[in-house]
């Protein structure tokens, strides 16, 4: 790699921009991360995306809100517009944790250091820049405006809020990944075309106001959903309201939504059609340092840069639906999936990399085994509205074949300078079950499963079957528990037979809507009786744009209008947190009483019984993860047991 110049970055201030010899800018964009130069961080994606066209850009990252807001004026006026994303996570998950406790950390900023990245940053920036510069054109982006869309409960505040274009103030609202607005969105502005008038582009958001003539277009049909102020005296009408926003978010021929917002119309344009392999392509090639900024280097290391410096992004979007997860209400349901010839020039460039060691630490994606997957025949995922394609069942006609992506590890292990390529994002693995995933070859997915264990693992594997009642997973739109059962069965194979010490790690949620404490407890013991000792753990969050979230706050499923029982006390959560941590101490006495409550003495039996307090005395310390041997597969050990939940539930 050659030896870079500090304009090889994007520039940051006044003197970076006199170095290109720039007179004036044409897009100026605010950030709440710190600026590295790298595919995986949004704000650096758009610039170069803006780049590319023949602007002139410039980024303020983690501009100062606290001061006299020089970061805002002091490169001027753009000629086109700012452009404003509070980061790659909501500002408010980057702030707070599931117990709106203030993180000691931030991961998007150098050495961790908090308190540069204000609560609610998109709205907070845009504001500022309105007042700032009244008569420039202000456009959001990112996953907070993304997920903000229109109507949302917002868990910190503990209340509903309206789209974040009132709250910001801004013109212009860009939702999903951006390259393909903007590029229609930079076309028009080239062509002379007022910002104002910009307001049919797909995949974009206006807030019109009182008395403007809505915009025609005849390809798309409208739809209007309950307005803002019906949502905030009427739960149910709000979670109605969700079931067409989500269904027309995934839709291929979606209509136009329409909210009312006081005595303004929210316009909520269709999404663009999935793009296509050369348009993702020409996204991640495009000339990144894939680097932080020379002006972090004196400050500490980006943690959440650490993570992925040698990793590779193959593809975005996720078909699983998962009721808790943003993932597909951001990137979408359906797959775009990078050309394996992509791929392996990152791979090279990396490799090239002056302090690479030989190991990549991560070739995935949101989910890691969808590379390349897709409806088989493309008319009928054209007029489909599910939100999931493998929930309830995986879909007849998605394609999901897991050749390509073990021909893809395969190729990148070929490179002459990589030792090793880690799989470090999340498996499916319920679509490695053939019981499952039915329309697969299983010699296909035992032969992805034994290429990830044997070559991409580095002693766990990360898969996540968030729960283990069927009711909840139900509503979570994941498959039942009983498959995670087939799934270590195969693990557990493929572990003796290559005489491997590999370890299973499952991630699993408490308090999630559907779930009771006596949910919990099964949990427990059932993992304990798998072999778990669970680490790898969470609380609920709720988040903008998701069923669970919904749910959370309306107390109704919003495709069936019916009433969902859901943990919101704080003593609700801790209570069913505490069961994933059965081993400790402080735990067992509440555990007997709560059980004993219940009239659980089965799951008491399994929990604390009295030769597992004996062992317990003599456990061998050390990082492990399991508390038993994970090479008995479950379906062999004598002291298997069935649990189930004695109570009648309501759901």
């Known amino acids: ?130 007042h700032k510069w009244p008569n420039v054109p202000v456009l959001i982006g990112g ?43 930079v076309r028009l502005l080239q062509k002379g075309v007022p910002f104002s008038s910009i307001t049919t582009i797909k995949q974009t958001a206006v807030l019109l106001n009182k008395g403007a003539k809505v915009p025609k277009n005849s390809n798309w049909d409208d739809v209007e959903i309950v307005s803002h102020e019906v949502c905030l005296s009427d739960k149910k009408k709000f979670a109605s309201n969700f079931k067409i926003i989500e269904q027309e978010s995934n839709k291929l021929a979606a209509r136009r939504i329409f909210q009312k917002v006081g005595d303004k119309t929210l316009m909520i344009n269709p999404p663009y059609p999935t793009m296509t392999e050369d348009e993702i392509d ?9 680097l932080p ?10 943690s959440a840069y650490e993570m992925i410096k040698f990793s590779i992004n193959i593809h975005r979007g996720c078909f699983g639906g998962c009721s808790f997860c943003t993932i597909s209400a951001h990137q979408g349901k359906f797959i775009a999936s990078r050309s394996q010839e992509s791929v392996l020039r990152e791979v090279d460039t990396v490799a090239n990399m002056p302090d690479f060691k030989g190991y990549l630490s991560d070739i995935g994606g949101p989910s890691a085994n969808m590379y390349k997957m897709k409806g088989k025949v493309q008319s009928i995922c054209d ?11 995986i879909c007849s006609n998605l394609d999901t074949s897991h050749k390509p992506l073990t021909q893809l590890y395969q190729a990148v292990d070929s490179h002459p300078k990589v030792k090793k390529s880690f799989i470090g994002s999340g498996i499916r693995h319920d679509m490695l079950v053939p019981e499952f995933n039915k329309n697969a070859d299983p010699k296909e997915l035992d032969d992805y499963t034994e290429e990830v264990m044997t070559k991409h693992v580095s002693g766990r594997l990360k898969v996540a079957p968030e729960h283990t009642s069927d009711p909840v997973l139900k509503l979570m739109r994941k498959p039942s528990f009983k498959y995670f059962h ?75 209008l019916k009433k969902v029982n859901t943990p919101i006390t704080r003593k609700e959560k801790d209570e069913q947190h505490r069961f994933f941590f059965w081993y400790k101490k402080e735990n067992k006495a509440w555990i007997r009483s709560t059980l004993n409550k219940l009239g659980r003495q089965d799951l008491l039996d399994v929990l604390l019984p009295a030769k597992d307090e004996k062992w317990r005395k003599n456990k061998p310390s050390g990082d492990a993860k399991h508390t038993f041997d994970d090479a008995i597969p479950f379906n062999k050990r004598k002291n298997k047991a069935k649990f189930k939940s004695k109570k009648k539930r309501k759901r």
């Open 1 to 130: 790699m050659s030896e870079l110049k500090l304009s090889d970055w994007l520039p940051t201030t006044n003197k970076e921009v006199k170095i290109r010899g720039w007179d004036e800018l044409d897009v100026i964009l605010f950030s709440g991360d710190a600026y590295v130069d790298h595919p995986s961080f949004g704000p650096a994606v758009i610039g170069r995306i803006l780049e590319s066209y023949g602007l002139r850009v410039a980024i303020v990252p983690q501009p100062n809100v606290n001061d006299n807001l020089q970061d805002f004026v002091k490169l001027g006026a753009p000629k086109l517009f700012f452009g404003v994303t509070g980061g790659c996570m909501d500002p408010m998950i980057s702030n707070y944790n599931a117990n709106k406790k203030r993180r000691d950390k931030d991961a998007y900023t150098p050495n961790g250091d908090i308190g540069f990245r204000p609560d609610y940053a998109t709205s907070v920036y845009s504001k500022i820049l309105k």
């Open 143 to 185: 996953i907070e405006a993304s997920l903000r869309r229109v109507t949302h409960y917002d868990y910190w505040s503990d209340k509903l809020l309206p789209t974040i274009l009132e709250t910001s103030k801004a013109d212009l609202l860009v939702y999903g990944m951006g390259e393909q607005p903007l590029r229609e969105i």
């Open 282 to 290: 020409a996204s991640f090639e495009l000339p990144y340092t894939r």
């Open 293 to 302: 900024h020379p002006k972090y280097n004196k400050r500490g290391p980006i």
């Open 383 to 393: 007029k489909c509205v599910a939100p999931s394609c493998i929930s309830p069942v």
């Open 486 to 560: 087939k799934f270590k069965e195969r693990f557990d194979k493929i572990n003796i037979k290559n005489k491997l010490k590999l370890q299973l790690i499952p991630y699993f949620i408490s308090n999630h809507p559907a779930c009771e404490v006596e949910d919990m407890a099964n949990l427990a013991a059932e993992t304990k009786d798998m072999g778990f000792q669970l680490e790898q753990v969470q609380g609920f969050t709720p988040t903008p744009m998701t069923v669970a979230t919904v749910i959370y706050y309306s107390g109704y499923h919003p495709y069936t």
